[in-house]
């Protein structure tokens, strides 16, 4: 079932409030906070579609060197001494985070 998103309309900042409610597709939107009962209003929020790119395993990978190099990125590889080595990109050659060279 899908998950809605609700504000309380209210013109007093304390007692505004987004929750999310649980609530089958063929139900009625909430009119009032079911706790409070002050007037709510759904929020329209995007729809997560699960599909090709958004397995954990594509979206841990990232974007390949190549792709960063055309979008102007530099990406740094840490390496066993600490520091970091560019991989692509015009960034500096490397950087140090201790700020020792």
């Known amino acids: ?3 809605y998103v609700y504000e309380t309309i209210t013109d007093d900042p304390d007692q505004h409030e987004v929750f999310e409610v649980v609530q089958s597709m063929q139900d009625d939107a909430l009119t009032e906070h079911p706790e409070s009962g002050l007037p709510v209003q759904r929020i329209i929020q995007p729809p997560h579609i699960g599909g ?3 397995s954990p395993t594509k979206s841990s990978e990232g974007p ?3 792709k960063l190099s055309d979008l102007g990125f530099t990406k740094y590889v840490k390496t066993s001494g600490g520091t970091y080595e560019k991989t692509v ?3 500096p050659k490397g950087l140090d985070p201790r700020g020792t060279g």
Request: aromatic share 8%; glycine share 16%; net charge negative.
């Open 1 to 3: 079932m899908p998950i």
């Open 52 to 54: 090709k790119w958004s």
């Open 64 to 66: 390949t060197d190549s």
């Open 89 to 91: 990109g015009e960034g």
